[in-house]
């Protein structure tokens, strides 16, 4: 499949970014903004993603295909190199490389909708098929540590180990 971003659609880009840190930030960002959950897209090794805000265009270039399973709901999902759509409010429709394994086969996801509040869910859907899965929004929420929180983290875990830190001399 040819790829969907052109030099035109980064000419027009409001938004580009590279590097996985920045880019996973910069994702985890626009999905908030637009009412998703910020593990919905768990990609790794991510060397560019753009957002053309006129449009509501969005993509992600990650170095290989990649799956992962959402554990809470025990569900497998496949994200192609390239993972693009359209995002406002509530809705991402025009999704492409995404695909959720259903028994045997992989099943493309083209559309994914916020649930009624009261519901806090979120609807997955076919267009070629008509099939929708709805699944709590909590099982697409992950603990995100960025970067500098990280390295707080470690600094904390070095100093107790220096303060543990016992001098044995030999007799």
């Not at 409010?89 to 099943?107: R, S, Y």
Request: hydrophobic share 40%.
């Amino acid at each position: 499949m040819a790829s969907l971003i052109t030099e035109d659609v980064r000419a027009k880009a409001s938004e580009l970014y590279r590097g996985n840190d920045e880019c996973m930030t910069q994702a985890r960002r626009l999905f908030n903004e637009v009412g998703f959950p910020n593990g919905l897209l768990p990609l790794r090794d991510v060397e560019e993603c753009g957002y053309v805000e006129e449009t509501g265009f969005v993509w992600l270039i990650q170095k290989q295909q990649i799956e992962h399973t959402f554990e809470k709901i025990d569900k497998t999902v496949r994200y192609a190199p390239e993972v693009t759509a359209h995002v406002e409010p509530g809705k991402i429709t025009n999704l492409t490389g995404v695909q959720a394994k259903e028994i045997i086969i992989w099943v493309t996801i083209n559309e994914i909708t916020l649930g009624t509040p009261e519901s806090k869910t979120l609807v997955f859907k076919n267009n070629a098929t008509g099939v929708k899965k709805i699944f709590p929004i909590d099982a697409f929420v992950v603990e995100v540590k960025e970067p500098a929180q990280v390295q707080e983290e470690k600094k904390e875990v070095d100093a107790t180990v220096d303060a543990k830190t016992v001098e044995v001399k030999e007799v």
